[in-house]
């Protein structure tokens, strides 16, 4: 299984973004999507996931209130809704999946299985 990450690009503070997350063979074999995110010279970061269990979303502290996790069922993509978009949002941004059973335990890199490639986020004035 393959995954992809898509819809990143530039924006300005303030503004929004929608990635996408796809895969080659179904998401729904996994029990979370997640999403993360790498800044230059800055460790790997757990933003967001949702369960395939009982659809719970989790969110990071750093972009709770601003950013939504949601799945479309049929078209089985995981989207991340990105609002008011702040500079040190820049970083490359991972989708991944992952068993862990849907807890906040999919936040953490330990619990993914397949990583997807990243899409770049620049937020800059």
């Known amino acids: 299984v393959q995954l992809q990450a898509s819809g990143g690009g530039a924006v300005q503070p303030g503004g929004s973004l929608r990635l996408s997350c796809s895969s080659s063979g179904s998401l729904w074999a996994y029990s979370a999507i997640s999403w993360f995110r790498q800044a230059p010279g800055k460790a790997r970061e757990g933003i967001s996931c949702i369960s395939s269990i009982d659809s719970k979303t989790y969110y990071g502290d750093s972009v709770k209130g601003r950013f939504t996790i949601s799945r479309h069922v049929v078209q089985d993509t995981v989207y991340l809704d990105m609002n008011d978009l702040k500079p040190e949002d820049t970083a490359v941004y991972y989708c991944?999946?992952?068993?862990?059973?849907?807890?906040?335990?999919?936040?953490?890199?330990?619990?993914?299985?397949?990583w997807g490639r990243g899409t770049q986020v620049t937020v800059s004035s």
């Open positions: 991944a999946a992952g068993g862990s059973g849907g807890s906040s335990v999919c936040l953490y890199d330990y619990a993914v299985d397949v």
